[in-house]
């Protein structure tokens, strides 16, 4: 089996001169700006306001609870697993959680 040479293949761009690949991505800024108010801002506020009442696990412990015992409603997400123990989250859980 040959293992593929990239010298060999010809560049994209050398064929679109006049191709500016910059120019054809578009950036959601709507998106960006509601993720990066709500999880980096508003989320480490709180989560850092709950630990500083009740301590450490416990306040991590009840913003779990309160999210996990929201009426349900037909356009509210029900959300069974813990929140601050997730890493990342998708952009549905995250309006999700601003919804609530």
């Known amino acids: 089996m040959e293992l593929w040479k990239f010298a060999d293949c010809p560049n ?3 064929a679109h001169a006049g191709c500016y690949i910059y120019s054809c991505m578009n ?3 709507l998106h960006q700006l509601l993720k990066r108010l709500f999880k980096y801002h508003t989320w480490e506020w709180i989560v850092c306001f709950l630990k500083d009442i009740y301590g ?3 306040g991590l412990d009840q913003i779990d609870e309160r999210f996990s ?4 409603f037909s ?3 029900q ?3 813990k929140l601050t123990h997730e ?8 309006k999700d959680m601003v919804k609530v």
Request: glycine letters at 4%.
């Open 12 to 14: 994209f761009a050398d």
């Open 27 to 29: 950036v959601d800024r």
């Open 56 to 58: 450490q696990e416990k």
């Open 69 to 72: 015992i929201i009426a349900h």
């Open 75 to 77: 356009s509210i997400r």
């Open 79 to 81: 959300f069974d697993d």
């Open 87 to 94: 890493k990342q989250w998708t952009g549905a859980k995250c």
